[in-house]
């Protein structure tokens, strides 16, 4: 019996993102995350105007060292052609060799790694603040939603007891009425029957004299 034979497919290696055409990867920019060959390392470290730092594609351990250093030292100027290399206090801004010798020789100047893991801290210590007091305001706006509940389930309890009451006195006071009514009534019946036995007694009482 002639078993069918299991076809591999090939998996298509990967071009290099630069030239697309040599499959040799052997390299990574960290700043633009693209994979190149040795020809086009080389090409784009001469085309950046700013230097990019390129590791080894396969090596993961090799890139976090990288992203933290591009926090701090390849950070361009705004003003000269020259990377920041420190930060002034006083201006609250990055600064190069340049800016130092021209405007902040006499300022308050630090490490931006220094400034940048006090920022980083500082953030840290905020966002835990910010945690803990929208932690207490949806504890506070639990109980302010369980008092409000509680209050108006109130109201409408107190809205039906008073419903309730409503319908029993108007019971009692029609019952009253009825009863008010039939007594005066009685009353009137009474009272007529004793005006007529009065007017049939004065007829029929006889003359004393007759003429």
């Known amino acids: ?17 630069l ?32 230097r990019h730092d ?20 390849n950070i361009p100027c705004q003003s000269h052609k020259k ?11 990055f600064v190069c060799a340049d800016c130092i010798t021209a405007f902040h020789k006499t300022h308050d100047l630090d490490s931006i790694d220094t400034v940048c893991d006090e920022r980083r801290k500082n953030l840290t210590q905020l966002r ?21 509940t509680k209050y108006n389930n109130f109201l409408a309890e107190s809205v039906e007891k008073i419903n309730q009451h409503e319908q ?17 009534e009685s009353e009137r019946q009474r009272i007529e029957n004793s005006m007529l036995e009065k007017e049939n007694a004065v007829f029929e009482i006889p003359p004393k004299h007759c003429f």
């Open 1 to 17: 019996m002639a078993f069918p034979q299991t076809r591999r497919q090939a998996q298509v290696p990967k071009p290099c993102e």
């Open 83 to 93: 990377f920041n290399c420190m930060f002034c206090r006083t201006c609250d801004r």
């Open 128 to 148: 835990s603040r910010l945690f803990e007091k929208v932690a207490r305001f949806e504890t506070e706006e639990k109980k302010i939603q369980d008092l409000k």
């Open 168 to 184: 029993l006195i108007k019971v009692e006071v029609s019952e009253y009425a009825n009863e008010l009514r039939t007594q005066i």
């Open 19 to 50: 030239c697309e055409t040599d499959t040799n990867i052997k390299w990574k920019c960290v700043q633009c995350n693209t994979l190149m060959c040795d020809k086009c390392k080389n090409i784009h470290l001469v085309q950046t105007s700013i």
């Open 54 to 73: 390129i590791v080894d594609a396969f090596n993961s351990e090799g890139g976090k060292d990288i992203e933290h250093r591009i926090i701090t030292d």
